[in-house]
């Protein structure tokens, strides 16, 4: 079993930054990836990215792509959500994941949830 604890979060006007952070513990050395995911009122999950913990190769939809960077610290086992040049439309509940399964574009396979955290970006 992996736990997902995850830090950040809050309030951001528009064009500002936030990190989030989500640091596992348990069994990590079966992780193949970390994301993170969103949720907007009244909007379906929405992937927003993953890093490989092997390597830090990243992937990241294109809603956020050149705004958003992820980032692991494989001795802290935690990794980085760094969100710059927030918009709006980026409020929304994030949640971090992990999961076994290989393959960072995929979405539908994450085991492991984070509690998830309020951003806000105002205007």
């Known amino acids: 079993q992996v736990q997902l604890v995850q830090i950040g979060g809050g309030l951001v006007q528009a064009g500002g930054s936030l990190r989030l952070s989500c640091a596992a513990s348990?069994?990590?050395?079966?992780?193949?990836?970390m994301g993170w995911f969103r949720q907007a009122p009244g909007k379906g999950r929405e992937f927003v990215g993953a890093?490989?913990?092997?390597?830090?190769?990243?992937y990241y939809v294109n809603s956020v792509k050149g705004r958003f960077t992820i980032s692991r610290d494989t001795a802290k086992n935690t990794v980085y959500l760094n969100m710059n040049a927030t918009k709006i439309e980026d409020t929304a509940i994030y949640y971090c994941a992990a999961k076994r399964a290989i393959g960072l574009r995929f979405e539908d396979d994450y085991d492991y949830w984070g509690q998830g955290t309020q951003v806000t970006v105002s205007s």
């Open positions: 348990g069994r990590t050395s079966d992780l193949y990836a």
């Open positions: 890093v490989a913990m092997s390597g830090g190769t990243t």
